[in-house]
């Protein structure tokens, strides 16, 4: 029995010391994992990069349970504030909220310029065209508004020549475009690609002409002060999320078609070549476009005094490459 005792011992004395060994490795389980919420204000190809951390698992693998939580982009900041989201993905909101002096910073961008082709109707042949013509936009002020304008005096037309109509979301836009009751309008995925698959004219890629960061991560300074491990460890996910949806496109149309609801494999990856071309390649803006952005901001706002890039933007929390 003495024999066996000490059998028994050495047994649960290994047990322990594997225990103490590999016990780090297992310290984010599912069990225990923290919960965060983030704010979107669309499912759409820019918000991707979420969907591919939560369907691979490396929100999980970092300890995280994230929940996306849809709400309309000009509540995002105050929900964030509150604490009922943890994160949001609406950059632009935060760089106004920035400069107006509420504590928020832009901690990575997926994007670095809008989405949007300048989609006209079939007799069109250049923006030129579209002198005296009706061009839909989504709402007054709004990007469409100012990236349309941008689109127009860039290739040479006044925008006073040009008549701009607010006609609604894409659904809308896509409709008043195919009833002709508009000769152009913007349309991001997948409504730029069905038009085009009805014989409508692509009259240009409005990332060309203008950049815009519009989607990331977004997070209040009290987050960055308080829990930075955690935001540390969302980076790392989406980072991960990001690299694998860059080198594997057939497993990132599957998430797609889940994600963006579609039914047609086609469609899906030409959703998945657009995005590359407005993605930022490690999750930063260069300085040159913090400093324009916060200016557009500012001129909007009607803030006269000079706004420091670090008040907006920190990019310190992202993972080294």
Not at 113 to 136: Q, T
Not at 198 to 206: Q, S, Y
Not at 279 to 298: C, F, N, Q, V
Request: aromatic content about 8%.
């Amino acid at each position: 029995m003495a024999a066996a005792g000490r059998r028994r011992f050495r047994f649960l004395r290994l047990l322990f010391v594997l225990w103490v060994l590999l016990g780090p490795f297992f310290s984010h389980s599912p069990a225990r994992a923290e919960n965060i919420k983030i704010g979107i204000p669309s499912v759409s190809v820019t918000t991707s990069p979420f969907a591919v951390a939560k369907d691979r698992g490396f929100f999980q693998s970092e300890g995280l349970s994230a929940d996306l939580v849809l709400m309309p982009a000009a509540l995002t900041i105050k929900v964030l504030l509150s604490g009922d989201i943890q994160y949001a993905s609406t950059v632009g909101s935060a760089v106004v909220a920035a400069v107006r002096g509420i504590n928020v910073r832009v901690v990575m961008c997926f994007v670095d310029r809008p989405l949007f082709d300048l989609v006209g109707i079939n007799e069109l042949g250049a923006v030129a065209d579209l002198k005296g013509r009706l061009v839909g936009i989504s709402s007054r002020g709004g990007l469409q508004d100012v990236a349309t304008r941008s689109m127009l005096t860039q290739s040479g037309v006044d925008p006073a020549h040009v008549t701009l109509l607010s006609v609604g979301g894409q659904g809308a836009m896509l409709a008043a475009l195919q009833s002709k009751r508009i000769a152009a309008g913007l349309l991001g995925p997948p409504y730029n690609f069905r038009a085009f698959r009805d014989g409508m004219k692509n009259l240009g890629f409005i990332g060309n002409f203008i950049r815009i960061p519009s989607t990331g991560i977004v997070a209040a300074a009290e987050t960055l002060e308080r829990n930075p491990d955690q935001l540390r460890r969302v980076n790392r996910a989406l980072t991960r999320a990001r690299a694998f949806a860059k080198d594997n496109k057939a497993a990132t149309v599957a998430i797609l078609k889940r994600f963006l609801q579609l039914d047609d494999d086609a469609l899906a990856g030409q959703i998945y070549d657009y995005h590359k071309k407005a993605e930022t390649p490690d999750g930063k803006i260069d300085a040159a476009l913090m400093s324009e952005t916060i200016r557009d901001a500012r001129q909007s706002e009607g803030i006269a005094k000079d706004i420091p890039t670090n008040q907006v933007f920190d990019f310190s929390y992202l993972p080294p490459r």
